[in-house]
């Protein structure tokens, strides 16, 4: 994450797009920044002081900038930025969403662990308290249906499931979300991306998602799984690696780093996603030369800055931008804008 010169790489598809993104409380994610074009962005960032070389033994600290979509103008727009210059677009404006998927599953380990201590210390569990644990242990698998059941109804097996819980969810290092984002999503330039905020490969058998253009008849009807917003994507990974059987051998390698006492490591961690991929090995290695080559690493220490929550709306030209933020100033008038806010969350 050396440097880059800001260009107008994603734009939303349609305006709806603005806000419907991350759980943050209302009182810090209000403004929503519109930009007309590559001049507006370059200034943006600058004013950012999230632009050109980061001084070394600085910790990294992204802004909470949250870009809201990525369209077809992207791909056209990265074709003609040299390869470097792509890069770092793109992991500047991946990075925040990493960062905050982190720090939601933070604040889900502080409440299990204080779930935890209430119980042990022979305290009352709220019903709201064991509905959401429950629904957790459902989610990332951690428990069967008749379990989470009877945990819903009497917290009994509360201690079991929120260690199981506490062992699948965990911090995945920045670095590595970077890495598997450009390796999966080329970049944010593939047509999954560009089509469906797809950023990780995500399959599904559900019958919604994008149609690869070569489907294997062996697997059944197998598609890439479609988002709306690049933020889902992101959640949805997260969620993926931690339920997932095949990625036991990450979880098992994660729970051992910090057994050791040893910080998270993107390079470390890779390994245990030898089953992400058809490629195994390879794969692996691929990834870790991503990681490597372009200095990755230095975001799985980074930290979001303290400040509220913003919005990163790019549009064709003045007139769109006018348009757009008359809109915003709309819904945030009739409230729309909380209601939305307030739905999301990492579950």
């Known amino acids: 994450m050396s440097r880059y010169r800001a260009y107008a790489p994603l734009t939303v598809c349609r305006h709806a797009c603005l806000i419907i993104l991350l759980a943050?409380?209302?009182?810090?994610?209000?403004?929503?920044?519109?930009?007309?074009?590559?001049?507006?962005?370059?200034?943006?960032?600058?004013?950012?002081h999230w632009w050109g070389e980061e001084r070394h033994?600085?910790?990294?600290?992204?802004?909470?900038?949250?870009?809201?979509?990525?369209?077809?103008?992207?791909?056209?727009?990265?074709?003609?930025?040299?390869?470097?210059?792509?890069?770092?677009?793109?992991?500047?404006?991946?990075?925040?969403?990493?960062?905050?998927?982190?720090?939601?599953?933070?604040?889900?380990?502080?409440?299990?662990?204080?779930?935890?201590?209430?119980?042990a210390a022979g305290g009352t569990i709220d019903p709201e308290d064991l509905e959401w644990l429950a629904g957790a242990a459902r989610l990332l698998e951690a428990a069967d249906d008749a379990v989470a059941e009877q945990l819903?109804?009497?917290?009994?097996?509360?201690?079991?499931?929120?260690?199981?819980?506490?062992?699948?969810?965990?911090?995945?290092?920045?670095?590595?979300?970077?890495g598997q984002a450009a390796y999966e999503s080329g970049y944010g330039t593939s047509r999954f991306a560009a089509g469906g905020n797809a950023l990780f490969g995500q399959w599904t058998f559900n019958g919604s998602g994008?149609?690869?253009?070569?489907?294997?008849?062996?697997?059944?009807?197998?598609?890439?799984?479609?988002?709306?917003?690049?933020?889902?994507?992101?959640?949805?990974?997260?969620?993926?690696?931690?339920?997932?059987?095949?990625?036991?051998?990450?979880?098992?390698?994660?729970?051992?780093?910090?057994?050791?006492g040893k910080p998270l490591d993107s390079i470390a961690l890779a390994e245990g996603l030898f089953r992400y991929s058809e490629r195994g090995p390879e794969y692996v290695k691929t990834?870790?030369?991503?990681?490597?080559?372009?200095?990755?690493?230095?975001?799985?220490?980074?930290?979001?800055?303290?400040?509220?929550?913003r919005f990163l709306v790019a549009t064709e030209g003045t007139s769109d931008a006018d348009r757009i933020r008359s809109e915003v100033d709309a819904m945030r008038a009739t409230g729309e804008i909380d209601a939305i806010i307030a739905r999301m969350s990492l579950e």
Do not use: C
């Open 24 to 48: 943050a409380t209302p009182a810090l994610a209000q403004e929503v920044i519109v930009v007309s074009g590559p001049e507006e962005i370059i200034s943006l960032l600058q004013a950012e």
């Open 57 to 119: 033994g600085v910790e990294l600290a992204s802004p909470r900038l949250i870009v809201t979509g990525i369209s077809s103008r992207w791909q056209e727009n990265a074709a003609a930025l040299p390869v470097p210059e792509k890069k770092e677009i793109f992991y500047r404006l991946m990075l925040p969403l990493a960062l905050h998927a982190n720090a939601m599953v933070l604040d889900s380990r502080a409440r299990l662990q204080r779930l935890a201590a209430t119980d």
């Open 152 to 178: 819903a109804a009497s917290g009994d097996g509360l201690q079991a499931v929120v260690r199981e819980l506490l062992y699948r969810l965990d911090v995945i290092p920045a670095g590595l979300v970077l």
């Open 210 to 260: 994008l149609v690869p253009q070569q489907q294997r008849a062996q697997l059944g009807d197998h598609r890439i799984a479609a988002f709306e917003w690049p933020f889902d994507s992101v959640r949805s990974y997260f969620i993926n690696l931690s339920r997932h059987p095949a990625y036991e051998e990450f979880r098992r390698l994660r729970a051992d780093l910090k057994a050791a």
């Open 287 to 309: 990834l870790q030369g991503i990681i490597r080559y372009n200095n990755l690493q230095i975001a799985d220490q980074a930290v979001l800055r303290d400040e509220p929550m």
